[in-house]
């Protein structure tokens, strides 16, 4: 009897993984193809940004930072000390004008924005060239 059983529940577990991979988890005609970005969402980290090293326009959320006019760069997350320090993983942003954020604050020679931001950009290796920003 235990042996039927087992059988029923192991049928019924495959029709079960069966049926999540079925017409439902396509992307809708029309819709996004593999490997098409989108500025819709809450965007992805730094992290996932260089780990899963996706293809075409990317949405980073992040915190900017800015040390002695150095590299602009996007991090995972920023320090509590004052100024704050970037903490890694970061990428290096690349056309973005800072002139044009708003709400970025500056001490000591480094400049951060409080609160998370949103770029849209390609990545290449380490760096985010961008072609927009929303705020966080």
């Known amino acids: 009897m235990s042996f039927r ?3 029923v529940l192991l049928a019924t577990a495959l029709l079960f993984a069966a049926c999540a991979g079925g017409a439902g988890s396509k992307p809708p005609p029309g819709g996004p193809g593999p490997g098409v970005g989108s500025g819709v969402g809450p965007g992805i980290s730094v992290g996932e940004a260089l780990a899963f090293r996706l293809e075409g326009p990317l949405l980073v959320r992040g915190w900017l930072w ?3 006019s150095g590299d602009l760069r996007l991090c995972a997350g920023l320090t509590d000390s004052s100024p704050p320090e970037c ?3 970061w990428l290096t942003v690349q056309g973005l004008e800072l002139s044009k954020v708003e709400g970025l ?3 000591s020679e480094v400049t ?3 609160q998370q931001v949103l770029v849209l950009g390609e990545l290449t290796g380490e760096v985010l060239t961008v072609s927009g920003l929303l705020k966080g």
């Open 5 to 7: 059983l087992a059988l």
């Open 66 to 68: 800015r040390a002695d």
């Open 87 to 89: 903490t890694k993983p």
């Open 105 to 107: 604050r500056t001490e």
């Open 112 to 114: 951060w924005s409080p």
